[in-house]
């Protein structure tokens, strides 16, 4: 990629440059993996994003994380594979082509499952790269050759491998039991699929008249009075007194007539309501298991269509069941069953994916049987130690505990949907024999009896089943013989939001141990949630969504990039902003900058040709500044080992954008205006190029375009030049260079300058207005006396005289105390200080009045418990920084007063 020196453009502009660096990277094959059995490998696989989906900020943050993590490992030297995928996502993309399917005024039904499918896959094939595409526009380097579809034969292969071994060890069970059902898409939800809001609703009391006696009556409290339809029982708490003589009695059901048994049963709140439960076993998941354990009946009075059933009486049958809600209480208060109706704020299960009203109801589904937490060798067992035996490190710890807590309380798995797009269980039931049996290959013939007359089941796997093999059905599991499961399996790191740590993370472990015996990834790396700048969930209801297309065209990839991962540690949610946004693109920009005076400041020069190692740098800046470069160097790789991205940015954001840009260049300006500029431009190059190597991870585009111009300007490094920066090797401490001693000196000096600029901005002061000033040094002759320029120039003071302590030609006037260093800043005719004190004075009382305004504010503690989060930390904030106005004020006018 070495181009020909030319002249760097006055500001850069990311949209000409990253389409070509990134069709040069794919050309080069920097993306692919190079084997090397004599090295440990890096891996991680893409979370799979769904084929209906276009590029979320959410995919941004994942992007940009596991790229960032990738590209250190590819250039600290290690094979390294990042694999892309995506996920076939039964229910969303059933749903895009159905809805085609109606504009066209026909249905899947009519099409029939054959050519319903081939509709699918017409519709994957036209619209399923789109993800990819925008997954190359943010910079990604992943493996394109190894792209995998969960629809794929592999992954495909897989997926009935692993059905076909847990069938036969009999943990996969075919059962009806009260499972989550969603009325709109048509399909049973796992537990985790199920989205819990909260709303106001409605509290009943119904009274339940006793069989021997309807002057007496049990009451209860329900929330769904409709469900009472098919009540078979109601239950109380055995040690509760107020229903110790209704225990064994019978009641009548209200409007049904229906006698119904009184229980005791310790799964019974007391006190919710009146401590008395209804009982209706074919819609509460509660209510079928104090059924199953008392014998109670079912009765199912919703159906799948989410009407009433013929068994909730012919008044009600096929009527909507919210409709009925109204209708039941209707006829309850007509009858005098009604006692009375209570808000009542409470929990309610909507589908994941449309948000309708889930319903509990009985089916016959599919299960996985995965045991429990605490049995070993079962596959919860299995997840459960692999975590609490330290064989998965979960990053941050914090969720390690919630991880275990889930699986401490795991159900079966319901594992099958009622959709035809996505894994077909491969399961045959015969019709001549009644057999049923699980095949990787389809079957032509019972292998029972020999019939052929044999039919495959209609449901579909659980999304998630096949996703949870992704770790290894990807490297060509079940195949024994595939190189690529040899060398990249257990994976390196597994990089995703904490909102899937159970629908995803915890079944790939659980699924990859059950299917290779080993862990499917050493660790796990959880980040948060993208929020507005105000703290909120995106929405598009609320009207804040960011589209990243929109974002990479006005800021460009590396400050989207840039912006969504600086700042923030693992697992914690993060605020995106316009500000934020604009930060990151002013801190390309201020790199490019930086490069274009260095390359401009490097012409022609000589004396170049140590730059790359810099062994011994002589001058007081030059060994403060690479000094600071080493800790650098030295903290950007503990962070990245950590998964602490956000701290190493942020670092490396301070170190370029203050130490280097405001401070060294500045520093250097002078040097290189002077007679004695030795040692400057290699000082120069070396740092701004290890800096360029440091950042690439994150910013992958500025820093090779940049990297590129300068290494056609600057002699080949002895072990010679990368054709690419992505290439490049690492920068690593090798023989450090602290230097102490510059690092206090240098500080000192930029005290001093910056003491001399407040000042200055304080008393409004013009920039262009040199002012006199004098230092005395107090033992540091020598450094202020070698650092006379710098001071001079960069705190526009002419003229300077460097004094020793008590020295008897010291100037009188404001004194800015720098320790060691005294400052004296003779004022007289520049400003006016007895009305500069005065107006100070002033801004001092308005500080204070702030201060304490805002200081009562947050003492109020209904303020904090009751105002939004986000207001109470910008109220925190602004406290802060008039703290800091106000002690600055006092500073200055502590210097003023004689």
């Not at 006793?210 to 929330?223: C, F, G, K, Q």
């Not at 439960?277 to 919703?302: A, M, Q, S, W, Y």
């Not at 009305?835 to 004075?841: A, G, K, W």
Request: proline share 6%; aromatic share 8%; net charge negative.
């Amino acid at each position: 990629m070495t181009q020909p020196a030319i002249t760097m453009p006055r500001a850069y502009d990311a949209a000409s440059v990253e389409q070509r660096i990134y069709q040069n990277w794919w050309d080069s094959g920097y993306f692919v993996p190079r084997l090397d059995a004599d090295r440990q490998p890096f891996c991680v696989i893409m979370p799979p994003p769904n084929v209906t989906g276009e590029l979320h900020l959410g995919h941004a943050l994942t992007a940009s994380l596991q790229d960032s993590l990738t590209r250190w490992h590819r250039m600290c030297g290690d094979p390294t594979l990042w694999l892309p995928g995506k996920d076939h996502a039964g229910i969303a993309t059933q749903w895009v082509v159905e809805r085609a399917l109606a504009a066209e005024g026909t249905n899947r039904h009519e099409l029939g499952r054959e050519k319903f499918e081939e509709r699918v896959w017409d519709w994957v094939a036209l619209y399923g790269n789109t993800i990819d595409e925008q997954h190359r526009r943010l910079g990604a380097s992943c493996d394109w050759s190894r792209l995998r579809f969960t629809l794929d034969p592999g992954p495909v292969r897989a997926v009935r491998t692993t059905f076909v071994n847990l069938f036969n060890k009999g943990l996969i069970y075919r059962h009806e039991r009260i499972i989550n059902w969603c009325p709109r898409c048509a399909t049973a939800l796992s537990d985790l699929e199920v989205d819990y809001e909260e709303q106001d609703g409605k509290l009943y009391y119904i009274r339940y008249p006793l069989a021997e006696n309807p002057a007496e009556y049990v009451t209860v409290a329900t929330t769904r009075p409709e469900s009472m339809l098919g009540d078979t029982g109601v239950a109380v708490h055995p040690d509760d007194e107020r229903y110790a003589d209704k225990v064994g009695k019978t009641v009548s059901l209200p409007i049904v007539g229906r006698p119904i048994p009184v229980v005791g049963d310790t799964a019974i709140e007391m006190e919710f309501g009146t401590g008395a439960l209804k009982v209706t076993p074919g819609h509460d998941l509660v209510d079928f298991e104090i059924g199953e354990r008392h014998n109670l009946p079912i009765v199912t009075v919703i159906g799948f269509d989410g009407c009433l059933t013929d068994e909730a009486g012919s008044k009600y049958s096929g009527m909507e069941r919210f409709a009925a809600r109204s209708a039941v209480v209707d006829e309850l208060e007509a009858t005098g069953a009604l006692e009375k109706v209570e808000e009542y704020h409470h929990s309610v299960g909507h589908c994941q994916r449309c948000n309708e009203v889930v319903e509990p109801l009985i089916s016959l589904q599919w299960f996985l049987n995965v045991g429990k937490h605490d049995q070993p060798g079962t596959i919860a067992g299995n997840a459960y130690a692999a975590v609490v035996n330290g064989d998965i490190e979960i990053v941050p710890e914090r969720f390690g505990r919630v991880y275990l807590n889930w699986l401490e309380n795991i159900r079966d798995w319901c594992i099958s949907r009622q959709l035809w797009w996505g894994h077909r269980i491969p399961v045959w039931y015969c019709s001549s024999c009644g057999s049923q049996t699980a095949h990787i290959a389809e079957p032509n013939r019972c292998p029972d009896c020999g019939s052929a007359d044999i039919e495959q089941e209609n449901d579909v796997l659980d999304t998630w089943f096949s996703s949870g093999l992704w770790p290894h059905s990807t490297l060509g599991w079940p195949d024994q013989d595939s190189a690529d499961l040899d060398y990249f399996y257990p994976n390196t790191v597994l990089e995703t939001g904490y909102d899937i740590l159970f629908f995803w993370v915890a079944r790939m472990i659980m699924l990859g141990i059950e299917n290779t015996g080993e862990v499917p990834f050493r660790s796990v790396y959880l980040h948060g949630m993208v929020l507005d700048a105000h703290g909120q969930k995106m929405s598009k209801t609320r009207g804040n969504t960011l589209d990243p297309l929109d974002l990479l065209e006005q800021y460009g990839t590396d400050a989207l990039r840039f912006a969504l991962t600086t700042g923030t540690a693992p697992g914690n949610n993060l605020r995106l902003s316009d500000d934020k946004l604009e930060s990151a693109r002013n801190f390309a920009n201020k790199i490019w900058n930086a490069a274009r005076f260095v390359i401009t400041a490097i012409e022609g020069r000589d004396d170049l040709a140590d730059w790359y190692e810099l062994p011994a740098p002589q001058h007081r800046e030059d060994r403060w500044i690479v000094s600071r470069l080493d800790a650098l160097t030295e903290s950007v790789n503990e962070g990245l080992t950590q998964f602490e991205l956000g701290d190493a940015q942020q670092k490396l954001y301070d170190f370029i954008w203050n130490d280097f840009c405001d401070w060294y260049i500045e520093m250097v300006k002078v040097r290189l205006r002077s007679d004695q500029p030795a040692g400057a431009a290699a000082t120069l190059v070396h740092v701004l190029e290890r800096s360029l190597r440091l950042l690439h991870p994150f910013m992958p585009f500025v820093t090779e375009e940049i990297w590129q111009n300068l290494m056609t300007r600057v002699p080949a490094p002895n072990s010679g030049t990368a054709p690419s920066i992505m290439v490049a090797p690492y920068p690593q401490v090798g023989a450090s260079r602290p230097a102490p001693d510059a690092e206090s000196e240098v500080e000192v000096v930029m005290q001093t300058i910056r003491a001399v600029r407040n000042m200055r901005a304080q008393l409004r002061i013009p920039a262009g207005q040199k002012l006199e000033a004098a230092i005395e040094t107090n033992g540091m002759m020598s450094v202020v006396s070698e650092e006379k320029d710098v001071i001079s120039a960069l705190a526009r003071v002419e003229p300077l005289r460097v004094l020793d302590a008590g020295d008897s030609g010291a100037t009188s006037g404001v004194s800015l105390v720098v320790n060691p260093l005294v400052v004296r800043l003779p004022l007289a005719g520049v400003v006016d200080l007895e009305v500069e004190t005065e107006r100070l004075d002033k801004e001092l009382g308005e500080a204070l009045r702030n201060q304490e305004r805002v200081g009562q504010l947050l003492d109020n503690p209904n303020f904090v418990a009751k105002a939004r989060p986000e207001v109470v930390e910008k109220e925190r904030q602004r406290l802060q920084s008039l703290t800091e106005q106000r002690e600055r004020i006092e500073e200055i006018m502590a210097q003023l007063r004689p």
